[in-house]
T-cell receptor
Framework: GQQVMQIPQYQHVQEGEDFTTYCNSS?????IQWYKQRPGGHPVFLIQ?????EVKKQKRLTFQFGEAKKNSSLHITATQTTDVGTYFCAPFTSGTYKYIFGTGTRLKVLA | SAVISQKPSRDICQRGTSLTIQCQVD?????MFWYRQQPGQSLTLIATANQGSEATYESGFVIDKFPISRPNLTFSTLTVSNMSPEDSSIYLC?????????FGSGTRLTVV
């Protein structure tokens, strides 16, 4: 089936460093959602992006939708240990009429 | 957003047996979704369950293996039938859509 690639697959950072995960699609996306899953937990909805070039911020998290609506990124400024987890993008494509979860980026923050 | 109660939270089952997972939502929803998450992997949609109609299964998933019930707008069950060790996974139910999905806490299934 269709798979949405995220890079990197894993990222270890020192606390205080920044972190970015990228979500890439070969097709144009209608919109995209982002989720965080803590170790042992379930995915929790973070945000949805709809417009080309859209940028949204949640405290230290910045989400961006590409101008061509084929990619998206999540940037965390000054990571904290509470940021540990796996971040998934979930784009919606009109071709499938559903949200497909990306491969995920597992973030580990070293204190 | 909706609150979902999912149970059991975990189970260890013998191969060849079946397990039924239940999800109760605190509000009425049109569609409920069932996902599988294998260890260290992403989420894979198993099926979409609408009340009053047969569930719609994704490629690679069949009703005989994963029968779903949706008796009303707040409840659904997923059964994992004739289990094998390859079915060991986390199973999650979910509701939502264009404004984000809410997930149950998941069922961690181990088949021995």
């Amino acid at each position: 089936g269709q798979q949405v690639m995220q890079i990197p697959q894993y990222q270890h950072v020192q606390e205080g460093e920044d972190f970015t995960t990228y979500c890439n699609s070969s097709t144009t996306l209608s919109n995209i959602q982002w989720y965080k899953q803590r170790p042992g937990g379930h995915p929790v909805f973070l945000i949805q992006l709809v417009k080309s070039g859209e940028v949204k911020k949640q405290k230290r998290l910045t989400f961006q939708f590409g101008e061509a609506k084929k990619n998206s990124s999540l940037h965390i400024t000054a990571t904290q240990t509470t940021d540990v987890g796996t971040y998934f993008c979930a784009p919606f494509t009109s071709g499938t009429y559903k949200y497909i979860f990306g491969t995920g980026t597992r973030l580990k923050v070293l204190a | 957003s909706a609150v979902i109660s999912q149970k059991p939270s975990r189970d260890i089952c013998q191969r060849g047996t079946s397990l039924t997972i239940q999800c109760q939502v605190d509000s009425q929803v049109t569609m409920m979704f069932w996902y599988r998450q294998q260890p260290g992997q992403s989420l894979t949609l198993i099926a979409t369950a609408n009340q009053g109609s047969e569930a719609t299964y994704e490629s690679g998933f069949v009703i005989d293996k994963f029968p779903i019930s949706r008796p009303n707008l707040t409840f659904s069950t997923l059964t994992v039938s004739n289990m094998s060790p390859e079915d060991s996974s986390i199973y999650l139910c979910s509701v939502g859509g264009d404004y984000g999905y809410t997930f149950g806490s998941g069922t961690r299934l181990t088949v021995v």
